[in-house]
């Protein structure tokens, strides 16, 4: 089982649809947890942290399940320019640091 | 705006040859990762370093990659002999871990492209 895993999609929706993406991870010891917005061609850039409480961005909203071991996110009204690869990232223990992995990243593909 | 830094942007190289990439973090953050990105194994971390000393560099190959940060303000990667395989984009990030608890985000630079032919 992979440390991280996201189903890569792509997720297609017109263009004011919610949608949401979660991304599970194996590390029980996870700390801290991350979504990333990767365009093409372009590199990572940090959408939001996700925390125990869960968080609202505007029209993006990040929550955290430990118990499952999941962390979700939910885009509402998407546009057009909300078309990317979403990355989660987890911290994970690992001896005396924390060490983040990536997951593969989930394709969102907004259309009119 | 604080940006991390990398050059070069893009590398086309024969095998064989050396390969040496440079990233400068955002002035400030204490943790400086090295990335590695290609179609097929999505986004790897090779090495990271906190407070200039490598902490994890388990998922770089040891026998021809090798990451060092001479400075706070300078990070290398290095690629000798480089093989085609090698090819890539590879990303520099940095972050600020505030406590012991790794609570910290990373911020990524542009990426070199590398083609090794």
């Known amino acids: 089982r992979k440390e991280v895993e996201q189903d890569p999609g792509p997720f297609n929706v017109p263009e004011g649809a919610t949608v949401a993406f979660n991304c599970t991870y194996s590390?029980?010891?996870?700390?801290?947890f991350f979504w990333y917005r990767q365009d093409c061609r372009k590199e990572p850039k940090l959408l939001m942290s996700?925390?125990?409480s869960g968080n609202e961005d505007g029209r993006f909203t990040a929550q955290l399940n430990r118990a499952s071991q999941y962390i979700s996110l939910l885009i509402r009204d998407s546009k057009l320019s909300d078309s990317a690869t979403y990355l989660c990232v987890v911290n994970g223990r690992s001896g005396g640091s924390y060490i983040p992995t990536f997951g593969r990243g989930t394709s969102l593909i907004v259309h009119p | 705006d604080a940006r991390v830094t990398q050059t070069p942007r893009h590398k086309v190289t024969e095998m064989g040859q050396e390969v040496t990439m440079r990233c400068q973090p955002i002035l400030g953050h204490n943790t400086v990762f090295w990335y590695r990105q290609t179609m097929m194994q999505g986004l790897e971390l090779l090495a990271y370093f906190r407070n200039r000393a490598p902490l994890d560099d388990s998922g770089m190959p040891k026998d021809r990659f090798s990451a060092e940060m001479p400075d706070a303000t300078l990070a290398t990667l290095k690629i000798q002999p480089s093989e085609p395989r090698d090819s890539a984009v590879y990303f520099c990030?940095?972050?600020?871990?505030?406590?012991?608890?790794?609570?910290?985000?990373?911020?990524f630079g542009p990426g070199t492209r590398l083609t090794v032919t």
């Open positions: 990030a940095s972050g600020l871990e505030y406590t012991t608890s790794g609570v910290y985000e990373q911020y």
């Open positions: 996700v925390y125990s």
């Open positions: 590390n029980s010891a996870s700390q801290s």
